[in-house]
């Protein structure tokens, strides 16, 4: 009896201990993108420590003395500054409800703290609140000591909806620091206006649709990857972009426009494509002054 008490106290100790070390890692890049959502949502990741580290997060956040004071008062309250807190950033978008999965430093005491004290409550370590848009609701739990899961949905309790899996496809994850994997469904809307919704129209053919951003040669690119079903699905969706870009061209040059590189008509009609097999590639260089103008609001 002796030795079997023995045996199971070892076990005991030995699951626990699996338990704990599984809850003390973090998760990888992959991991805090498998823990969304998956279905028809458009996902997008954040790699903010390489931003931070080439100083394109400065270029992009601008200066701190012009952030909004509602983020300065929620910096104060919760001790999460995204300039110096935040690693990584995984989200999903879904049906007008937002999930995302960040890895950082947080403190934990004070996020507890700043949803009692805005109408909120928490229940064990998942805490909710009211948004601020109507019939929605912020709601997030540590899912690892150094990951925060949050949702901005119409359950109060959307945080649920996050938390480690397997996905039955993996996500392909692109090396530059910022990308966004698009649902091809979507990229048909009309909504998205004439000139977007020419050139996003032809990607509405292809199975998958990855965006991403990252340094080129001569400052940084715009990289398009999307796989299509057939080879002969891919050459037409190439001949497609390529017809758009030509298109956008001859009209500025009708109304004697020339491309602005500081602007959306100089990133689109700077725009190549090429294909391989069932996969097509685009890249659109971007200037230094486009990011900053996109930062400033001033994209046109």
Same mark, same amino acid.
């Given at each position: !009896?002796?030795?079997?008490?023995?045996?199971?106290?070892?076990?005991?100790?030995?699951?626990?201990?699996?338990?704990?070390?599984?809850?003390?890692?973090?998760?990888?890049? =992959?991991?805090?993108?498998?823990?969304?959502?998956?279905?028809?949502?458009?996902?997008?990741?954040?790699? =903010?420590?390489g931003l931070r580290r080439t100083g394109l997060l400065n270029l992009i956040a601008g200066a701190k003395s012009a952030e909004d004071p509602d983020?300065?008062? *929620?910096?104060?309250?919760?001790?999460?500054?995204?300039?110096?807190?935040?690693?990584?950033?995984?989200?999903?978008?879904?049906?007008?409800?937002?999930?995302?999965?960040?890895?950082?430093? *947080?403190?934990?005491?004070?996020?507890?703290?700043?949803?009692?004290?805005?109408?909120?409550?928490?229940?064990?370590?998942?805490?909710?609140? +009211?948004?601020?848009?109507?019939?929605? *609701?912020?709601?997030?739990?540590?899912?690892r000591p150094s990951v925060l899961a949050l949702a901005v949905s119409t359950d109060e309790r959307g945080v649920n909806m996050i938390g480690p899996? &397997?996905?039955?496809? +993996?996500?392909?994850?692109?090396?530059?620091?910022?990308?966004?994997?698009?649902?091809?469904?979507?990229?048909?809307?009309?909504?998205?206006?004439?000139?977007?919704?020419?050139?996003?129209?032809?990607l509405s053919q292809a199975q998958d649709v990855t965006f991403a951003v990252g340094s080129a040669p001569k400052g940084f690119q715009i990289r398009?990857?999307?796989?299509?079903?057939?080879?002969?699905?891919?050459?037409?969706?190439? /001949?497609?972009?390529?017809?758009?870009?030509?298109?956008?061209?001859? !009209?500025?040059?009708?109304?004697?426009?020339?491309?602005? +590189?500081?602007?959306?008509?100089?990133?689109?009609?700077?725009?190549? *494509?090429?294909?391989?097999?069932?996969?097509?590639?685009?890249?659109? +260089?971007? &200037? /230094?002054?486009?990011?900053?103008?996109?930062?400033?609001?001033?994209?046109?």
């Open positions: !009896m002796r030795n079997i008490a023995l045996i199971a106290l070892l076990c005991a100790a030995a699951a626990g201990g699996t338990y704990y070390w599984r809850k003390s890692r973090t998760l990888d890049s =992959v991991q805090l993108i498998e823990s969304l959502p998956q279905a028809r949502a458009t996902h997008v990741f954040i790699d =903010v420590d983020y300065k008062t *929620f910096v104060d309250q919760t001790g999460l500054d995204y300039r110096t807190d935040l690693d990584a950033v995984a989200a999903a978008f879904s049906e007008g409800n937002t999930y995302l999965a960040l890895r950082g430093r *947080f403190a934990w005491k004070k996020l507890e703290a700043y949803a009692q004290t805005h109408g909120g409550k928490c229940v064990g370590t998942s805490c909710s609140m +009211p948004a601020t848009r109507a019939g929605y *609701f912020i709601s997030y739990l540590p899912l899996q &397997e996905w039955r496809k +993996p996500p392909h994850l692109p090396s530059e620091p910022v990308w966004i994997s698009v649902p091809t469904y979507a990229l048909s809307d009309t909504n998205l206006g004439a000139g977007t919704h020419a050139f996003l129209e032809p398009l990857e999307a796989a299509c079903a057939t080879p002969e699905i891919a050459e037409l969706l190439t /001949r497609r972009l390529s017809s758009s870009t030509d298109l956008l061209k001859k !009209m500025l040059e009708r109304e004697k426009m020339t491309p602005n +590189p500081n602007d959306l008509s100089g990133v689109l009609t700077a725009g190549t *494509f090429s294909q391989q097999k069932e996969r097509v590639t685009g890249t659109w +260089p971007i &200037e /230094r002054g486009f990011i900053e103008s996109l930062a400033g609001g001033k994209v046109q």
